[in-house]
């Protein structure tokens, strides 16, 4: 007796890594975010229409990170069949270790004026918590917006897939995972601002972080890092690598039965869709100025999910164009119609499930596919 098996998520072709439409797009994003952007923000006058207003720039960047950990997402629930429910929990440790040198940067700039910063004076603290030692340093925090979402994903994920923990009973781990995380984080005693967070930052690297040149430079390190990002990602699915992490996703038993081992596959791209998201944090929190445990909370994680299966899982940019459509979608309802900004993510989410499985890059990719055929 034969079994077979359907895939309903797409699988890359071998060859080159992107074709002549995808580097053309590439190239297009690229000149955008380091040409297009500075110069009509930075170069064009404010009085001239084609000038665009800091506002945007900062949205634009904000979106950007949210991209970033949606391609995360793409890897490892498109790519590999693991649904994260926690991946915001990432996302906001890699914003708090940037915050803490961001905060220490402000030195003796805040409200009392002490080289602590001002929640620490206010809760009578006398000095910094052990987790602070390095927090002056930048090439320290760095590193740690690495290795902290790293390390935390690699334990979880080397104990959560040992155990053959899978589908929903793996979300639902990740999603208290997270919830855990933030009620601690909440705590006034763990150091790390209870409800407020980090935030009224000055400086990074000693460069005022308020003139528009800095926030530039911010946006453009952004931009090349979702592309690098990419392009990474993409090289991944196109290898050997990604073919067993998409045959883990359709059939894992036969994976096993044909000599590999799953668990060292899914805990490599699970820790590196974590470090990913914890990149994005740290990008993130220079630009919009500010970081708190409500990052953490679970409806952010469930966001990512959403962002990913509105674009269209499996597809690399898909997660991307989820990721600016929601949350352009989510800064224009809630100027205009915020009290109906839930109810329209919720329909829209129960519209993509229904109706466009394969997400708007399915939904692309489908009416061109007729139009070729019409053609011919």
């Excluded at 098996?5 to 439409?21: E, F, V, W, Y």
């Excluded at 990170?65 to 890897?75: E, K, N, P, S, V």
């Excluded at 999910?305 to 929601?326: D, K, M, N």
């Excluded at 229904?354 to 990719?365: E, K, S």
């Amino acid at each position: 007796m034969s079994v077979t098996t359907t895939n309903s998520m797409s699988t890359p072709r071998r060859g080159l890594l992107l074709g002549p439409r995808g580097w053309t797009g590439l190239m297009a994003a690229l000149a955008t975010v380091v040409l297009l952007v500075p110069l009509l923000n930075l170069v064009v006058p404010e009085g001239s229409a084609l000038h665009l207003p800091d506002y945007y720039v900062a949205l634009i960047g904000k979106i950007m990170c949210y991209a970033i950990c949606a391609l995360a997402m793409d890897l490892i629930w498109g790519y590999t069949g693991i649904l994260s429910l926690g991946h915001g929990l990432f996302f906001a440790l890699g914003g708090y270790s940037m915050g803490m040198y961001l905060m220490r940067q402000i030195g003796t700039d805040g409200q009392y004026k002490s080289e602590m910063p001002d929640f620490m004076v206010f809760l009578n603290w006398k000095e910094f918590p052990w987790q602070w030692a390095l927090s002056d340093s930048f090439l320290a925090q760095m590193l740690l917006v690495l290795l902290v979402p790293g390390l935390l994903a690699f334990v979880f994920g080397f104990f959560a897939f040992r155990s053959r923990i899978k589908g929903v009973y793996f979300s639902i781990i990740t999603q208290a995972m997270t919830y855990a995380a933030m009620l601690l984080f909440f705590r006034n005693e763990t150091g790390f601002g209870g409800n407020n967070g980090f935030t009224d930052f000055k400086r990074i690297l000693d460069i005022p972080i308020a003139q528009p040149s800095t926030r530039m430079v911010l946006f453009v390190l952004t931009g090349l890092t979702l592309i690098g990002f990419f392009l990474m990602a993409r090289w991944i699915v196109n290898s050997k690598y990604g073919r067993v992490l998409q045959a883990i996703r359709d059939a894992e038993s036969r994976v096993m039965f044909t000599g590999y081992d799953p668990i060292a596959y899914k805990l490599s791209i699970w820790t590196l869709s974590a470090v990913m998201c914890g990149v994005a944090g740290a990008l993130y929190v220079p630009q919009v100025g500010i970081i708190n445990p409500g990052e953490m909370g679970p409806a952010a994680s469930i966001e990512i999910a959403i962002w990913a299966a509105v674009g269209g899982r499996a597809t690399l940019i898909g997660p991307i164009v989820g990721a600016f459509f929601v949350n352009g979608a989510k800064s224009w309802f809630t100027q205009v119609f915020p009290e109906f900004w839930l109810y329209f993510l919720g329909a829209l989410f129960i519209a993509v499930t229904l109706f466009l499985p394969h997400g708007i890059v399915g939904l692309f990719d489908k009416w061109s596919g007729k139009k070729k055929e019409s053609r011919s």
